[in-house]
């Protein structure tokens, strides 16, 4: 495990600039990874751990700093809850905790430096310092993750019927019959123009 100082330094560069989301996000990713007793997470312990992330917001981008988890290696999701909370999940422990920003530390973060005028300066401050049960609650949870949402995963690749665009990872759906991806299902979020 790095400083927390260095953390901060690769999650400013990895975000763009720093802020209060990036010491929250770091504190909730090295809490989870305390929680699971993971050391190691980007070296030994890397291909342990997958994390889920419950908003798309500034904390979200500082957990991969730590975890190592990405998108890109399947070993980050994203569940849009709008909830500023993470799951840690060690597929060897087969262990998982769910850990939450308590709403009551930007509070706690006014009580402590008062006299900082700006909030992003006063709960950077305060969020390097809180202990992590101030900072957040967490619980002990069970996620089933299945084989096709694992890194690694290697399955046949469908094709959709309508489309025909590939789908990986099982993501196709049958309906009476036919291979269809999400879209042409009825799952879309695009519209085609002209
Ligand atoms: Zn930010
Ligand atoms: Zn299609």
Do not use: W
């Not at 763009?16 to 010491?23: K, L, N, P, T």
């Not at 993750?145 to 789908?167: F, M, N, T």
């Amino acid at each position: 495990m790095k400083s927390f100082e260095e953390y901060e330094r690769l999650a400013e560069q990895a975000h763009g600039h720093m802020c209060a989301g990036q010491v929250l996000g770091l504190r909730m990713a090295l809490y989870g990874l305390k929680l699971l007793g993971i050391e190691d997470p980007t070296g030994k312990d890397r291909k342990r751990l997958v994390t889920y992330v419950e908003i798309d917001r500034c904390v979200t981008d500082a957990i991969p700093v730590v975890t190592g988890c990405r998108l890109g290696k399947r070993a980050l999701k994203f569940r849009d809850f709008g909830k500023v909370a993470a799951t840690f999940c060690d597929l060897q422990a087969d262990r998982a905790f769910r850990v939450v920003a308590r709403d009551s530390s930007k509070e706690r973060a006014r009580a402590m430096y008062p006299h900082i005028e700006s909030r992003n300066e006063q709960q950077m401050r305060a969020y390097r310092e809180m202990p992590d049960a101030e900072l957040f609650d967490a619980k002990a949870v069970r996620v089933s993750i299945g084989p096709e949402d694992l890194p690694g995963y290697k399955g046949a690749r469908a094709v959709c019927s309508r489309c025909g665009e590939g789908v990986n990872f099982r993501r196709e759906i049958v309906l009476d019959g036919a291979v269809l991806c999400r879209a042409c299902a009825g799952e879309t979020y695009y519209e085609a123009v002209e």
